[in-house]
């Protein structure tokens, strides 16, 4: 059938608003393809190294050696101590592991297992500092040859303190190197560090078991794990993301293209009723027509799968870089394509059905006279806005006209605020409020935790460092935990702020952060019921007061009231904040990190978020110039004979472009208003649902500056699109509308 | 006859308002001969034109074409009607706008068992050099030829056409009347013209005058001329 052809030349005629609708359903594709097979590949490869690499189901370490047949068969789990030291030189941290044979193995990405005298790195650190293999290093005093890149199932989140957002290879590695050469770097263990592998029914008996017989000086499960739990996290929040984002793309393509199907079908009225009297069947003109939303889908969805397919694998190696993951194993993601795919198809299938079914219910001499040609031009009359003056009431009859797109532009650009806002927030959140918060509220600029909870008479505090307890807990009826921190009344190190910015004075009631009051969905005089990670004892605290702190799962309250609450005797400590750094006897560290390392780390990282926040915004920018652009040049071609007389009457084409478009700036200022509330709406419960099985809070709070950044980025977008539009309007000549009229 | 129409009504309502537009019109047509259709605005022309070419349905009486009643067909023997036994031609010639002269011929063309050759038709209406246009670049009277080819392609046994020169300038309309005697007589095909201009009566065999949906005269033209001597 020749009329086979006339979609593709309408399409062609009219190509940049058709171009429109298919990059909106390429954009949709590709965030799903992207999204999709980049997670899928780094699912697949991470359970493989899991499973292969015999993956932790916790550590613990104690201040003695334990027994390990004991504790394999009271508890039949797997169990491998591991050395383990740490060592600073030229600022650089080093994290020494000996390399383990059953628990946590070493997938070795490039060079070979290490023999005497050789080393593995991580591949953040030997990346970062450029090492080749067969490079030396130097680690206290001895020379080691780098044998090549190991990768640990338990550091894929390479970070050097639990409580760090962001890893930061500049300053801190992971070494792995034979037993031996472990032993002879540092030949008495301060600390025993052991990795166990299998289920403990109960976990409390088995802390307690190693703490009265060993003492337990810290124990991790698994789940618990920032080293391990942030990359499944991320890899989840990002599947969280792809759907939603992707189908409302879709959706949004969908009611567009409706739109549009419509305006077309009704300006080829004549020649569908043409084919009809030619004999044509409905049948044969619906699957013509249908050809439309079949193109806009193909080329669509092909584009959008090959974008997204090929920028996944690049994709999936930035985040498996940051996560220091291997890649095990490749695959074709056909479950994924088949989806790209399949979900465009169902929308814009169903948008096309819809907009031709409703013209297949007109007579054929209704098709061939076009009924709704005059619906088109007319404006409604509404007597309310007869008040305003002539211009105002034109523009608001038109925004009243085309109501329905209105509202897509609305929903249009409330998407892409929420999207830009989405990755502003995060950068906002993670480094300004976290500088802001060290700035604030943790004033010290060194933190030394000790290996033993005692009264350390061999340390010598001198009146810039103050001493602090800390005890970890479970929180009961969740899967939320709480830092405990005892700290001196009246700290200089820890100053804690209400919402108003009034400060919390320290007693011997508990303080708790926001982000964990918000996660449990406490308030202040709300109580809590904890239960030590070690001991098992459970206690029911009041919370006191809500400390305005951006991240973590803590806790405050006055020394001296937490060593009697939890057993400890008066002046004991388990670690120093401190302005200066001080002189500790190397054997009762623990681990230490300064407040300067932290922030270099953040700054550092804030390049890689950048990219990220420019990913996003340009994903948001591209939607919201696309819907803008293609709403109003619909607007313009429905409106060319109104346009027309308006340029006879003597109008100039400003006047004329705000009667007929004018109603855009408040439909964008509406979109706007209401996204900011919005963002933060989804981005809490998104955080919220992120974060409600894992061991983490953090409050993400709307800054000035993202909301700002954000509109003007927004605005930019939206007056270039019109400017696009523009165009148009200068175009339409009135000697071409009366030449129609006489038609 | 070719075409006998008995006591067709149409009426058209529109909330509790009725018009009649096609009041109890009966007509005979013979096959191979020309009629015009005149009367003023709202006479009932266009409503017999679509009744007669199966676009529409009347509300009482009966229409056979060919010995076949078309009243009572429904819409997908309407759509075969209209494939085997109608061409159309409309004021404002109706091309569709994305495909080039030849294909808009060809597309009549492909729906007819027995089609003329395209190129042949498009010869005989002097727009072969313009196959390759698409409908835009031409001038009216050209794009109511490549109207007229299509009309004519598919070999149909009645050409209905709704004021064809209505939109043409004086030369353009002389050059489409004599193209469609031409069809007539080549092809035997009958043709009906709907028109407001009486002169082009004159090249008519018989001319069918409605007013207020009413046939108020069908007169025989003994003295027909040529489309070559029809002037206004």
């Given at each position: 059938m020749v009329?086979?052809?006339?979609p593709?030349?309408?399409?062609?005629?009219?190509?940049?608003?058709?171009f429109?609708?298919?990059?909106?359903?390429a954009?949709?594709?590709?965030?799903y393809t992207?999204?999709?097979v980049?997670?899928e590949?780094i699912?697949?490869n991470?359970?493989?190294f899991?499973r292969?690499?015999?993956?932790?189901?916790g550590?613990f370490i104690?201040?003695?050696?334990v027994?390990?047949s004991?504790l394999k068969?009271?508890f039949?789990?797997?169990?491998e101590?591991r050395l383990?030291?740490?060592?600073q030189?030229n600022?650089?941290t080093?994290?020494i592991?000996?390399?383990?044979?059953?628990?946590?193995k070493?997938?070795?990405?490039v060079?070979k297992m290490?023999?005497?005298?050789?080393?593995l790195l991580d591949?953040?650190?030997?990346?970062?500092h450029?090492?080749?293999?067969n490079?030396?290093?130097t680690?206290?005093?001895q020379?080691f040859?780098?044998s090549?890149?190991g990768?640990?199932?338990?550091y894929i989140?390479?970070i050097k303190?639990?409580?760090?957002l962001l890893?930061?290879p500049e300053?801190f590695?992971v070494?792995?190197m034979l037993?031996s050469?472990?032993?002879?770097?540092?030949?008495?263990p301060r600390?025993?560090?052991?990795s166990y592998?299998?289920k403990?029914?109960?976990?409390?008996?088995f802390?307690?078991?190693?703490n009265?017989?060993?003492?337990?000086?810290?124990f991790?499960?698994?789940d618990?794990?920032p080293r391990?739990i942030y990359?499944?996290?991320?890899v989840?929040?990002a599947?969280r993301i792809t759907?939603?984002i992707?189908?409302f793309?879709i959706?949004?393509?969908s009611?567009?293209l409706?739109?549009v199907?419509?305006?077309?079908?009704?300006?080829?009225h004549?020649e569908?009723g043409t084919?009809?009297?030619?004999?044509?069947?409905?049948?044969?003109?619906f699957?013509?027509f249908?050809?439309f939303?079949?193109?806009?889908?193909l080329f669509?969805?092909?584009i959008g799968?090959?974008l997204?397919?090929?920028?996944a694998y690049?994709f999936?190696?930035?985040y498996r870089?940051f996560?220091?993951?291997p890649?095990?194993?490749s695959f074709?993601?056909?479950q994924?394509?088949f989806?790209?795919l399949?979900?465009?198809?169902?929308?814009?299938?169903?948008?096309?059905?819809?907009?031709?079914?409703?013209?297949?219910k007109?007579?054929?001499?209704?098709v061939l006279?076009?009924?709704?040609?005059?619906k088109?031009?007319?404006l409604?009359?509404?007597k309310f806005?007869d008040?305003?003056?002539?211009?105002t009431r034109?523009?608001l009859?038109y925004?009243?006209?085309?109501f329905?797109?209105e509202?897509i532009?609305?929903?249009g650009i409330?998407?892409s605020?929420?999207?830009m806002?989405?990755?502003m927030?995060?950068k906002?959140?993670?480094?300004?409020?976290i500088?802001k918060?060290?700035?604030?509220?943790?004033?010290?600029?060194?933190l030394?935790?000790?290996?033993?909870?005692?009264?350390?008479?061999?340390?010598?505090?001198?009146?810039?460092?103050?001493?602090?307890?800390l005890?970890?807990?479970?929180?009961?009826?969740?899967?939320?935990?709480?830092?405990i921190y005892?700290?001196?009344s009246?700290?200089?190190?820890?100053k804690?702020y209400?919402e108003k910015?009034?400060?919390i004075s320290?007693s011997?009631?508990l303080?708790?952060?926001k982000?964990?009051?918000?996660?449990l969905g406490?308030?202040e005089?709300?109580?809590?019921k904890i239960?030590?990670k070690f001991?098992g004892q459970?206690y029911?605290?009041?919370?006191y007061?809500?400390?305005d702190?951006p991240?973590g799962?803590n806790g405050?309250?006055e020394?001296?009231s937490?060593n009697?609450?939890f057993?400890?005797?008066?002046?004991?400590?388990?670690g120093?904040f401190?302005k200066e750094k001080?002189?500790i006897?190397?054997?009762?560290?623990f681990e230490?990190?300064?407040k300067s390392?932290l922030l270099?780390?953040?700054?550092a990282?804030?390049?890689?978020?950048?990219k990220?926040?420019g990913v996003?915004a340009?994903i948001?920018?591209?939607?919201a110039l696309?819907?803008v652009y293609?709403?109003s040049?619909?607007?313009?071609?429905?409106n060319?004979?109104?346009i027309?007389?308006?340029?006879?009457l003597?109008?100039?084409?400003n006047s004329?472009?705000?009667?007929v478009l004018?109603?855009n700036?408040i439909?964008?200022l509406?979109g706007?208003?209401?996204?900011i509330?919005?963002?933060k709406?989804?981005m809490?419960?998104?955080?919220?649902?992120?974060?409600k099985?894992?061991?983490?809070?953090m409050s993400?709070d709307?800054s000035?500056?993202s909301?700002l950044?954000t509109?003007?980025?927004?605005?930019?977008?939206?007056?270039l699109?019109?400017f696009?539009v523009?165009a148009?309007?200068a175009k339409v000549?009135p000697?071409e509308i009366?030449?129609q009229q006489?038609? | 006859m070719?075409v006998?129409?008995?006591?067709v009504?149409k009426?058209y309502?529109l909330g509790?308002?009725?018009t009649?537009?096609l009041?109890?019109v009966s007509?005979?047509l013979?096959r191979?001969k020309?009629?015009?259709?005149?009367?003023?605005?709202?006479?009932g022309?266009?409503?017999?034109?679509?009744i007669?070419?199966g676009?529409d349905?009347?509300?009482?009486g009966?229409?056979f074409?060919?010995?076949k009643?078309?009243?009572?067909?429904?819409?997908?023997r309407?759509a075969?009607?209209?494939?085997?036994y109608v061409g159309?031609?409309?004021?404002f010639y109706n091309?569709?706008?994305?495909?080039?002269?030849?294909?808009n011929?060809?597309?009549s063309?492909?729906?007819?068992e027995?089609?003329?050759d395209?190129?042949?038709?498009?010869k005989?209406?002097?727009?072969y050099?313009?196959?390759?246009?698409f409908?835009?670049e031409?001038?009216?009277?050209?794009?109511q030829r490549?109207?007229?080819?299509r009309?004519?392609?598919?070999?149909p046994?009645?050409i209905?056409?709704?004021e064809?020169?209505g939109?043409?300038?004086?030369?353009?309309?002389?050059l489409?009347?004599?193209?469609?005697?031409?069809?007539?007589r080549?092809?035997g095909?009958?043709i009906?013209?709907?028109?407001h201009?009486l002169a082009?009566?004159?090249?008519?065999?018989?001319?069918?005058r409605?007013?207020?949906?009413?046939?108020v005269?069908f007169?025989?033209?003994p003295?027909?001329?040529?489309?070559q001597?029809?002037?206004?």
């Open positions: 009329i086979k052809k006339i593709l030349r309408t399409i062609k005629r009219d190509f940049l608003q058709f429109s609708i298919i990059m909106l359903v954009i949709a594709s590709m965030t992207l999204f999709a980049s997670m590949d699912d697949r991470y359970e493989m899991k292969d690499y015999v993956q932790e189901d550590y104690t201040s003695k050696e027994d390990e004991l068969d009271k039949e789990i797997d169990l101590e383990f030291y740490e060592t030189q600022g650089i080093l994290r592991f000996s390399i383990s044979d059953k628990i946590n070493p997938y070795i990405g060079g290490p023999e005497e005298g050789e080393i591949p953040s650190f030997f990346k970062a450029q090492y080749q293999t490079d030396e290093i680690i206290s005093g020379k040859k780098v090549g890149i990768y640990l199932p338990d989140y390479i303190n639990d409580q760090d890893p930061d300053y590695g070494v792995m037993k050469d472990v032993q002879k770097l540092f030949p008495a600390v025993h560090y052991y592998k299998g403990v029914d109960n976990i409390e008996d802390k307690g078991f190693i009265s017989n060993w003492g337990l000086l810290k991790v499960e698994r618990q794990n391990i990359t499944e996290m991320k989840e929040n599947k759907l939603p992707s189908l793309i959706i949004v393509s009611f567009i409706f739109i199907m419509r305006r077309v079908i009704n300006t080829m004549a569908i084919l009809y009297s030619m004999g044509y069947t409905q049948k044969d003109v699957k013509v249908m050809r939303p079949l193109y806009i889908w669509g969805s092909i799968i090959l997204g397919y090929f920028g690049p999936a190696e930035f870089s996560f220091t993951l890649k095990l194993t074709f993601p056909w994924h394509v989806v790209a399949l979900l465009p198809a169902i929308f814009i299938f169903l948008s096309g059905y819809f907009a031709l079914r409703n013209f297949f007109l007579t054929i001499v209704q006279h076009g009924i709704d040609e005059i088109f031009g007319k409604p009359t509404i806005f008040r305003f003056e002539f211009k034109i523009m009859k925004g009243w006209r085309h329905a797109r509202l532009l609305i929903v409330i998407f605020t929420i999207l806002m989405y990755g927030t995060a906002d959140s993670i480094i300004v409020a500088e918060a060290y700035n604030d509220n943790f004033r010290y600029n060194y030394y935790m000790l290996n033993s909870t005692t009264e350390h008479p061999e340390i010598n505090l001198q009146s810039s460092a103050e001493p602090y307890n005890l970890a807990f479970d929180v009961e009826g969740t899967k939320a935990s709480i830092m005892g700290i001196k009246n700290s200089d190190m820890i804690l209400d910015g009034k400060e320290v011997d009631q303080i708790i952060s982000p964990f009051a918000n996660k406490i308030d005089g709300d109580e809590i239960k030590n001991t459970e029911t605290l009041k919370v007061k809500v400390a702190l991240v799962n405050y309250m020394l001296e937490f009697r609450l057993g400890y005797d008066s002046g004991e400590y388990v120093i401190s001080i002189d006897p190397e054997s009762s560290v230490s990190y300064t390392e270099t780390t953040i700054k990282s804030a390049e890689d978020l950048s990220t926040i996003m340009l948001a920018a591209i939607l696309l819907i293609v709403l040049t619909l607007t313009i071609n429905e060319k004979k109104n027309g007389i308006l340029k006879m003597g109008y100039k084409e004329i472009f705000k009667m004018g109603f700036y439909s964008f509406v706007f208003i209401t996204g509330p919005l963002s709406l989804t809490d419960s998104f955080m919220n649902a992120a974060t099985d894992i061991d983490f809070a993400l709307l000035i500056n909301v950044s509109f003007i980025i927004l605005l930019v977008v939206f007056l699109s019109r696009l523009r148009k309007i000549m000697v009366l030449r006489v038609d | 070719f006998k129409a008995e006591k009504s009426i309502r509790k308002n009725e009649r537009a009041n109890e007509f005979e013979e191979g020309i009629y015009t259709v005149i009367g003023p605005s709202g006479s022309k266009t409503t017999l034109f679509n007669l070419g676009l349905r009347a509300e009482e009966k229409i074409v060919d010995n009643e078309i009243t009572s067909m429904d819409q997908k309407l075969d009607y209209r494939r085997d159309f031609v409309f004021q091309l569709i706008n994305g495909l080039t002269v030849y294909e011929v060809l597309a063309a492909a729906l007819s027995n089609p003329l395209v190129d042949m038709v498009l005989m209406m002097d727009v050099s313009e196959r390759d246009k409908p835009f031409l001038s009216g009277g050209q794009q490549v109207a007229i080819a009309a004519v392609v598919k070999n046994v009645l209905l056409c709704d064809p020169t939109a043409l300038d004086y030369e353009s309309s002389k489409v009347l004599k193209l469609l005697e031409d069809v007539n080549q092809f095909t009958t009906l013209i709907i028109t201009n082009i009566s004159r090249m008519a065999d018989a001319t069918l409605l007013r207020s949906g009413r046939l005269e007169s025989e033209n003295q027909k001329i040529s489309a001597e029809v002037t206004w």
